[in-house]
């Protein structure tokens, strides 16, 4: 048989010749859905030229790194956040661009870790994503960062209220009111609520609260609820501030846990012999919560769909890349999903 020849691998990608011999040539003006289509025509083809086509498209294809700065490896749920991000990089990959994703688990959450360790991601890598509590020493690493034209991504927990810093997770305010809804309608009487959140710097965990307060301002104001109490992310000192609220409000009749810490609430509640009688609604399917939703610890639980929130992260941060100074905000808000023993 004869060998296919260059007007062969025309005809078969549906491009003309001239496209053909630019792709073999690696010239720049040729989109890389058509390198990959020509390139496709040449593997179905069997073209002689293959290798020196995909060598080209690969030379031609964008290549971006990403660093990512997520809270304490030991939490599952910056685990399940972590796989999510890289199979999205793995698929992004697929659809013509190289991302590298780096991503590091911060131990210590101080303001000063969280800034130093921001800054040194930012000198190696295309643009990076933050979880972080806002305060005055990071923020003004991510404007440092900004001001060298490094896009700045925030994930879960939004670092700018007027939108200057991009943004991907859930509407915080909605969450709040959803779970104060739930309570609201799962309780069987009005009574005390305790609130739970892992540090009010963190401006996820401060709208839930602003959320859950205002639905009950609205539509349940029969309900009492106390004060919030700060489990500085600590499954120990949530376990430790549960049983305060147990100890202190015999009375209590549900508990919401917008922060981390969850799974030290869940032990203290079990071993009050209590857990049947609140009303607890907690944040993110794991398989902590997962289980506390089977043995009814937790009613109800509110959760990120974490590929979606990486694919909507990862496309972003890739079109932020490419156009640095358009001006375009990249946020995205994903709508949360809702769990209950009867749907996991």
């Not at 080209?56 to 490896?73: H, I, N, T, W």
């Not at 009814?296 to 972003?316: E, M, N």
Request: glycine content about 8%.
């Amino acid at each position: 048989m004869t060998r296919p020849t260059i007007p062969d691998l025309a005809k078969a990608a549906g491009v003309s010749v001239a496209t053909v011999n630019r792709v073999l040539a690696g010239t720049e003006k040729v989109r890389m859905p058509t390198r990959l289509l020509v390139q496709e025509a040449a593997e179905k083809i069997g073209f002689y030229g293959l290798g020196t086509i995909q060598a080209k498209v690969s030379a031609s294809r964008p290549r971006y790194r990403f660093g990512f700065l997520l809270l304490q490896p030991h939490r599952q749920f910056y685990q399940s956040c972590a796989a999510a991000i890289r199979d999205a990089a793995a698929s992004v990959s697929e659809a013509g661009f190289d991302v590298d994703v780096r991503i590091e688990f911060l131990e210590d959450l101080s303001p000063q870790n969280t800034a130093a360790r921001a800054l040194a991601l930012g000198d190696e890598c295309d643009s990076i994503c933050i979880t972080s509590a806002v305060h005055p020493v990071v923020i003004q690493a991510v404007e440092t960062l900004q001001h060298r034209g490094l896009p700045v991504f925030a994930l879960i927990s939004q670092l700018s209220a007027a939108g200057l810093v991009h943004y991907v997770g859930l509407d915080n305010w909605k969450v709040g009111r959803t779970s104060a809804w739930a309570i609201e309608n799962l309780c069987k009487k009005p009574g005390k609520i305790g609130i739970l959140m892992g540090n009010p710097r963190y401006r996820n965990q401060e709208m839930n609260e602003s959320g859950f307060r205002s639905y009950f301002r609205e539509h349940a104001p029969d309900f009492t609820l106390l004060e919030p109490l700060s489990t500085f992310e600590s499954a120990a000192v949530a376990e430790e501030m549960t049983d305060r609220l147990l100890t202190q409000n015999p009375d209590l009749t549900s508990l919401f846990v917008s922060g981390g810490g969850v799974t030290g609430a869940m032990a203290s509640l079990r071993a009050s012999g209590r857990a049947s009688d609140l009303v607890v609604v907690a944040y993110d399917l794991m398989d902590s919560t997962r289980a506390g939703l089977l043995d009814g610890t937790l009613k109800v639980v509110i959760a990120h769909p974490l590929r979606q929130v990486a694919d909507a992260l990862i496309s972003g941060m890739v079109r932020a890349t490419r156009s640095p100074q358009d001006g375009v905000n990249h946020t995205k808000i994903v709508p949360f999903q809702i769990y209950t023993r009867e749907n996991i």
